[in-house]
């Protein structure tokens, strides 16, 4: 059995190249997805398909509706949503992947710092699992298996 996990969560970083290595080294089926992680082209992916918008607001509207479709698509395929939420970035698209997922049904484990308990705390209590880090998640993926 392989299950699809969407990694939801800001893309400045290599928090998910982290997940899908932990995974095959402990030699999980699991496939991976999640949004767009190349910045310019989900800031331009609205322009490039519809083209050149009349100012930024547009731009944004256009991108925004492409990146949501995209989104919407693959958390609908996705068994399981993993969604990490981070101390550097600002995790506006991270809480909205994380209560859509939660909304949909879709199993849900929250990664988040010590830091950020009280923040998340109503969103934790809506996820099924949360923890605080990323081998903790996998660990959390592994039982299923086991």
Do not use: C
């Amino acid at each position: 059995m392989e299950l699809i996990v969407y990694l939801a969560g800001q893309i400045h970083d290599s928090w998910r190249e982290e997940i899908v290595s932990k995974a095959r080294e402990k030699k999980l089926p699991l496939k991976f997805v999640g949004p767009q992680t190349n910045h310019d082209l989900s800031d331009d992916i609205g322009e490039n398909i519809l083209g050149e918008q009349p100012n930024n607001v547009y731009k944004d509207d256009a991108a925004s509706s492409i990146n949501n479709f995209r989104t919407q698509v693959l958390m609908q395929k996705a068994d399981i949503v993993i969604a990490l939420f981070g101390e550097k970035y600002k995790q506006w698209n991270t809480a909205m992947d994380a209560s859509v997922a939660i909304t949909m049904n879709k199993p849900t484990i929250i990664i988040r710092p010590e830091s950020l308990i009280h923040p998340l705390k109503e969103l934790s209590n809506k996820a099924n699992v949360t923890v605080e880090t990323v081998e903790q998640a996998i660990d959390v993926l592994g039982y299923i298996f086991e």
